[in-house]
């Protein structure tokens, strides 16, 4: 038999400013997070432009259980799970498309793709008839959708996605909102497999900026970085959740809050460039002041999905066990940009946050790193230290939640609260 897991109340303190380092990497504590993290919460799968007619279909994951998402018949959205109920087999085996049904190589039993199954070849040899309307493909019990992102959970008691999201969408519709016409994911997600933890990728992303001068002091410019401490904030409106952004002084030149010039002005052509000012000088009408001025920087949703908004890209830690996670990352784009400004921001994303890309590779580098850290041996009574600026975090009269400055490790810690709180909930039956 394996060694129990610790009690969780040992790995996370009661204020979370120490942290063990089993909490990333011990199994039985893994095992606690599928049932009490991915088993109770709001998990992103696709977005809607991905499958927008009846038929289309993508592949996802909620843990590591395979999940298919499908426009059904109907208009409707579907989410299943991607195993046979007569052997277990996935019945697809594409990472999308557009099909009428989903067949099982093993037997060929075959199912319509909003889950329901509608042969059995066997059949015909048997006597009997079976009840196919019992034998539908396990369907994911709740699926909700926002501003065309869906999420899907296994737990059919949870409160309503908006309600789960809070403030947390008022900060993301700083973005969403900001297009009058919507966004689009651009294709497959880019995928790749690390020796880490799923959590390390969403800690960093949560609100975890003030690395940047230092481990990607080649490639974040010093004026930069000076941005960052001069107006950034870090914000919590919900445990879990978090967002960093700059708050840029009001005047400020346009072409220095305007989201989409950061990093790309040299590239883009005079048309973009006008492009991206009437999106800005229509940012006030649609956004609000307050948000008109914000200049974002990563955001987190609980437990698993982050944003980065220069780069304009959302990511899923997909967890494979305690020691390895597969990393999902779009490039999104507004969907009534011009193709040449598309064409760049899919570059850019790829350039940076790719599997190879520049910053990509070198934050993979310090959560395997870390992962390596918390795995070693006679260590354990080296917990984390998470207390940098404890209790600084405060209400702000313009922004939900609690607000800090950009080094307060206040995000991680409501981060790893809520983790704590859900293990040990299962811990205790």
């Known amino acids: 038999m394996g060694a129990s897991p610790p009690r969780v109340a040992d790995v996370v303190n009661a204020d979370a400013t120490l942290i063990g380092r089993k909490a990333w990497s011990d199994p039985g504590l893994y095992e606690l997070e599928k049932k009490g993290i991915f088993g109770k919460s709001w998990l992103f799968l696709a977005h809607e432009t991905q499958i927008p007619n009846p038929g289309d279909f993508v592949q996802a994951y909620m843990c590591e259980t395979p999940i298919i998402v499908a426009r059904g018949r109907d208009g409707g959205i579907h989410a299943n799970v991607n195993s046979c109920v007569h052997r277990g087999l996935p019945v697809c085996r594409a990472d999308h498309g557009n099909a009428k049904s989903f067949v099982c190589p093993y037997h060929s039993w075959s199912y319509s793709v909003e889950g329901k199954l509608q042969s059995i070849p066997q059949e015909r040899h048997v006597e009997g008839r079976t009840d196919k309307s019992k034998l539908s493909l396990k369907a994911v019990p709740r699926v909700e959708t926002w501003h065309g992102m869906i999420f899907g959970s296994f737990d059919p008691e949870i409160e ?80 879990g959740h978090g967002a960093t952004f700059r708050l840029m002084p009001e005047d400020a030149p346009l072409e220095s809050v305007a989201w989409g010039f950061e990093g790309m002005a040299s590239l883009l052509s005079p048309e973009i460039h006008e492009y991206l000012r009437e999106l800005q000088m229509k940012a006030e009408e649609r956004v609000g002041p307050i948000r008109a001025r914000m200049k974002g920087l990563t955001y987190g949703v609980y437990p698993n999905l982050s944003f980065l908004w220069s780069n304009t890209a959302f990511k899923v830690s997909h967890p494979r066990g305690p020691g390895k996670v597969e990393y999902w990352s779009w490039s999104v784009v507004p969907s009534d940009a011009p193709e040449e400004y598309k064409r760049i921001l899919r570059g850019n994303h790829t350039a940076f946050f790719g599997p190879g890309g520049l910053l990509e590779q070198e934050d993979s580098e310090a959560w395997t790193q870390q992962y390596l850290g918390s795995a070693i041996d006679f260590a354990d009574d080296r917990p984390y230290f998470y207390g940098l600026g404890v209790g600084e975090e405060k209400p702000h009269p313009d922004l939900p939640g609690l607000v800090s400055v950009t080094a307060n490790e206040f995000y991680a810690r409501n981060f790893y609260l809520r983790w704590r709180d859900a293990l040990m909930a299962v811990e205790e039956g």
Not at 169 to 175: C, M, N, P, S, T
Not at 184 to 192: A, D, K, L
């Open 160 to 239: 309503p996605l908006e309600q789960y999201l809070g403030d947390q969408r008022w900060y993301l519709d700083a973005f969403f909102e900001r297009f009058e016409n919507g966004i689009e994911f651009v294709g497959s997600p880019q995928r790749w497999v690390l020796n880490a933890n799923w959590k390390l990728p969403m800690e960093n992303q949560l609100g975890d900026v003030n690395h940047g001068p230092f481990l990607h002091a080649a490639v974040i410019p010093p004026e930069a970085n000076a941005e960052v401490f001069d107006h950034g904030y870090s914000c919590v409106a919900q445990p």
